[in-house]
């Protein structure tokens, strides 16, 4: 890392987190000092070794297999993270007050951001969107960080809420075992939300981002991931008050539905079809792959804890 290398630095709870203005890099090690978290605990987890694998391979980053021999995620540090994982991570010896310690990725670092503190990765976001738009970043210009917050969000809970209350739904009627049936009540349950948002059912929006991409969407994969930040914002909660509804007042999820739409959405609300053009760059090379869960390195290794 050049002594001479332009950074941004930020003040986080008294820790000054740099962050490198040619390739967006943001000094981890000082991210973690800054809310009393030691980074080599994140990076012994399974989770962590699983997000690099996925993010390499979204990336076209060829992973460095060789370093596999023996390996114990348990005892994985950042040096050889770097080795592994080529232009994901960089360690330096010395303190992030010398330009020391480990710097990540943009991507992954709002992940660290998310295991330190959830509002703080609402913060890098934040940064990372404020470099892509100095005009110096030749790679993520399309990229909007604040989706990437939300989508994960939406993953990790409202969606899961909201599918949980209808499942318990259709155990009750006892359909839920009618894999046709639960397919097709699954569909009406999202469409209505989408429908209230955009004015376009999940079949007609994959149409159209498969006529943008010259390739057909395949039926696994959810159409939410290509929702920019404000639709999917709103997405994530009328779910989580369809939810509420459903848990507390026992409503049929339809109905918990219409009830959310109409307290989440603003009264002035115009509902429109989305523009997915600016957001097709950001998936474009994802979605040129068939759609599989990367595959782990190590899931055939035996010395895996």
Not at 68 to 81: G, H, M, V
Not at 158 to 165: C, E, G, I, P, V
Not at 232 to 259: D, G, K, W
Not at 289 to 297: A, D, F, G, R, T
């Amino acid at each position: 890392m050049s002594k001479k290398e332009q950074k941004v630095s930020r003040d986080v709870n008294g820790i000054q987190v740099e962050q490198r203005i040619s390739d967006g890099f943001i000094n981890a090690t000082a991210m973690c000092l800054a809310h009393n978290k030691n980074i080599n605990d994140w990076f012994t987890t399974k989770d962590t070794f699983d997000l690099f694998v996925a993010l390499a391979d979204d990336l076209g980053i060829e992973i460095k297999s060789g370093e596999f021999r023996n390996l114990d995620i348990a005892r994985l540090s950042a040096s050889k993270y770097s080795k592994i994982f080529l232009g994901l991570v960089l360690s330096k010896r010395g303190s992030p007050e010398t330009g020391g310690g480990t710097w990540l990725h943009p991507d992954l670092a709002i992940q660290l951001a998310q295991w330190c503190n959830k509002p703080f990765a609402i913060q890098v976001s934040k940064w990372i969107r404020e470099w892509m738009t100095t005009g110096k970043n030749p790679v993520y210009d399309y990229l909007d960080l604040d989706r990437i917050v939300y989508r994960d969000a939406l993953k990790d809970e409202a969606r899961l809420r909201m599918t949980d209350q209808v499942k318990v739904y259709l155990e009750q009627i006892k359909k839920y075992d009618d894999e046709k049936y639960r397919g097709i009540f699954f569909s009406k349950v999202h469409d209505a939300i989408n429908i209230a948002i955009t004015t376009e059912t999940s079949k007609q929006m994959k149409e159209c981002i498969s006529e943008m991409l010259g390739k057909k969407v395949n039926n696994n994969e959810l159409i939410r991931d290509y929702f920019p930040a404000m639709p999917l914002q709103r997405y994530i909660s009328v779910c989580e008050a369809a939810a509420n509804f459903m848990l507390r007042e026992n409503l049929h999820p339809l109905t918990a539905v219409e009830r959310a739409i109409e307290i989440v959405l603003p009264a002035d609300y115009v509902s429109q079809p989305i523009d997915f053009a600016e957001h097709i760059k950001f998936v474009r090379k994802r979605i040129s792959q068939p759609v599989i869960s990367p595959k782990n390195p190590l899931d055939d290794k035996k010395s895996l804890n």
